[in-house]
């Protein structure tokens, strides 16, 4: 890969990062706000799940935006807001204005994985996608490890609200970067694009759409039930110190930023070696998605010891799997269509995200521990490669309906 590539890479790798912290600094600073802003449970509950409502309903027309202009812009247009409602956060002092610009946050962010998936689907061969998406996977984990170590030490140190306004500074750097470094991209021209309504149709008539989605949709509902309650059963049911469940959780993220970028690697020299792209992507996720469940529910039942390892493996089997529901997705799509066919995976799958955490908080309260919650996440990977045998075809560019015919399915 092209030292021009790498920068691409490490760009974007960075504005992922800065992603996952910007939408989970507000759990770590929860406790601080709660008091300060003297805010009630509801409150503080409905300011922690507003980032989703927005973040998935705008994915279709994100996906639209990406593929019919230029995706260097919207990305950066994106990162620059999404970026200033981190740092006007720091200065708030309502709940509304603070839901607000959560919503915000929201759409912003939410251009994201689109837009990652058609500059890898324009600018990167089929063998260097799996570390690209790799790269992808390094700054989710790395993101999450952060605000879970560094962002409670800081925030315990100087307060919250330094911390999200130093946060929102961040992206002068990143766009200064981006704008320079960013790989050619033309303005799409609609004829040569051919997105219309009746090419939504199209990538919505396309099961193997529908099976990685799906698998995908499992696969977030297992990492958000860890992002969001790992923290909670490490304290009141293993009864570790807070410290020690932070140094768990980032080590956690950071052993899944590993496997994710050592799985892109290995899936991109079997490509290279002549494998079949089918065979090395499904073999990987359905190896990866499948060990993590199974691992999870003897770590609800095991010692303390077992469990943090049984914990550390299942999370390092997450990361194994994770670049390849995007790479599939890229190889599938092609670069004609892959905004669009990120926006729909990403808002299919956000139901994951939101599903893990919330259904997690009813078996805990209705069985009063972990062990049920932890078999419904193993459920979940076994669904998930499940979609991915039955359901996801060759992974080979979908051969799209000709320019004048998608334009007249919209006339």
Same mark, same amino acid.
């Given at each position: 890969?092209?030292?021009?590539?790498?920068?691409?890479?490490?760009?974007?790798?960075?504005?992922?990062?800065?992603?996952?912290?910007?939408?989970?600094?507000?759990?770590?600073?929860?406790?601080?706000?709660?008091?300060?802003?003297?805010?009630?449970?509801?409150?503080?509950?409905?300011?922690?799940?507003?980032?989703?409502?927005?973040?998935?309903?705008?994915?279709?027309?994100?996906?639209?935006?990406?593929?019919?202009?230029?995706?260097?812009?919207?990305?950066?247009?994106?990162?620059?807001?999404?970026?200033?409602?981190?740092?006007?956060?720091?200065?708030?002092?309502?709940? /509304?204005?603070?839901?607000?610009?959560?919503?915000?946050?929201?759409?912003?962010?939410?251009?994201?994985?689109?837009?990652?998936?058609?500059?890898?689907?324009?600018?990167?061969?089929?063998?260097?996608?799996?570390?690209?998406?790799?790269?992808?996977?390094?700054?989710?984990?790395?993101?999450?490890?952060?605000?879970?170590?560094?962002?409670?030490?800081?925030?315990?140190?100087?307060? #919250?609200?330094?911390?999200?306004?130093?946060?929102?500074?961040?992206?002068?750097?990143?766009?200064?970067?981006?704008?320079?470094?960013?790989?050619?991209?033309?303005?799409?021209?609609?004829?040569?694009?051919?997105?219309?309504?009746?090419?939504?149709?199209?990538?919505?008539?396309?099961?193997?759409?529908?099976?990685?989605?799906?698998?995908?949709?499992?696969?977030?509902?297992?990492?958000?039930?860890?992002?969001?309650?790992?923290?909670?059963?490490?304290?009141?049911?293993?009864?570790?110190?807070?410290?020690? /469940?932070?140094?768990?959780?980032?080590?956690?993220?950071?052993?899944?930023?590993?496997?994710?970028?050592?799985?892109?690697?290995?899936?991109?020299?079997?490509?290279?070696?002549?494998?079949?792209?089918?065979?090395?992507?499904?073999?990987?996720?359905?190896?990866?998605?499948?060990?993590?469940?199974?691992?999870?529910?003897?770590?609800?039942?095991?010692?303390?010891?077992?469990?943090?390892?049984?914990?550390?493996?299942?999370?390092?089997?997450?990361?194994?799997?994770?670049?390849?529901?995007?790479?599939?997705?890229?190889?599938?799509?092609?670069?004609?269509?892959?905004?669009?066919?990120?926006?729909?995976?990403?808002?299919?799958?956000?139901?994951?995200?939101?599903?893990?955490?919330?259904?997690?908080?009813?078996?805990?309260?209705?069985?009063?521990?972990?062990? #049920?919650?932890?078999?419904?996440?193993?459920?979940?990977?076994?669904?998930?490669?499940?979609?991915?045998?039955?359901?996801?075809?060759?992974?080979?560019?979908?051969?799209?309906?000709?320019?004048?015919?998608?334009?007249?399915?919209?006339?």
């Amino acid at each position: 890969m092209s030292a021009a590539s790498w920068r691409v890479l490490i760009l974007l790798g960075f504005s992922i990062f800065i992603n996952y912290v910007d939408r989970g600094n507000l759990s770590i600073a929860a406790p601080l706000i709660k008091n300060e802003l003297k805010l009630s449970p509801s409150q503080l509950g409905i300011l922690l799940s507003s980032f989703f409502w927005l973040y998935t309903l705008v994915q279709l027309p994100v996906g639209w935006l990406i593929d019919r202009f230029n995706v260097n812009w919207i990305l950066a247009i994106g990162f620059f807001i999404w970026s200033a409602a981190t740092g006007v956060t720091g200065i708030l002092h309502g709940f /509304t204005a603070l839901l607000i610009v959560r919503l915000l946050l929201g759409i912003a962010e939410s251009v994201a994985f689109p837009s990652y998936g058609k500059i890898f689907a324009h600018n990167f061969h089929e063998h260097q996608r799996g570390v690209a998406n790799g790269v992808i996977g390094v700054g989710q984990s790395v993101g999450a490890a952060f605000a879970s170590l560094a962002g409670g030490v800081i925030m315990s140190r100087f307060g #919250w609200r330094p911390f999200f306004v130093v946060s929102g500074l961040i992206c002068l750097p990143w766009c200064l970067g981006w704008l320079r470094w960013a790989p050619p991209a033309k303005s799409p021209i609609r004829g040569e694009l051919g997105y219309s309504s009746g090419a939504i149709i199209e990538v919505l008539q396309q099961r193997s759409l529908w099976g990685i989605s799906l698998a995908t949709f499992c696969a977030n509902y297992m990492l958000f039930l860890l992002l969001t309650w790992l923290p909670y059963y490490l304290v009141q049911q293993r009864h570790f110190s807070l410290t020690l /469940t932070g140094e768990i959780s980032g080590a956690a993220f950071l052993i899944r930023a590993v496997t994710a970028f050592v799985s892109g690697r290995l899936s991109d020299r079997w490509i290279s070696a002549g494998k079949s792209p089918t065979l090395v992507l499904k073999s990987l996720v359905c190896v990866g998605s499948g060990l993590s469940g199974c691992l999870l529910v003897p770590c609800a039942m095991a010692s303390d010891r077992v469990c943090v390892l049984l914990l550390f493996s299942a999370v390092a089997c997450q990361g194994f799997a994770t670049p390849h529901f995007w790479n599939a997705a890229q190889a599938l799509a092609g670069p004609r269509l892959a905004g669009t066919w990120t926006g729909l995976q990403v808002f299919i799958s956000s139901f994951g995200s939101i599903l893990g955490p919330l259904l997690t908080g009813f078996v805990v309260q209705a069985t009063g521990g972990f062990v #049920w919650a932890f078999a419904l996440a193993a459920i979940a990977g076994l669904l998930g490669v499940l979609c991915w045998v039955f359901m996801v075809g060759p992974v080979r560019p979908v051969a799209w309906a000709p320019v004048e015919e998608s334009l007249a399915l919209e006339a």
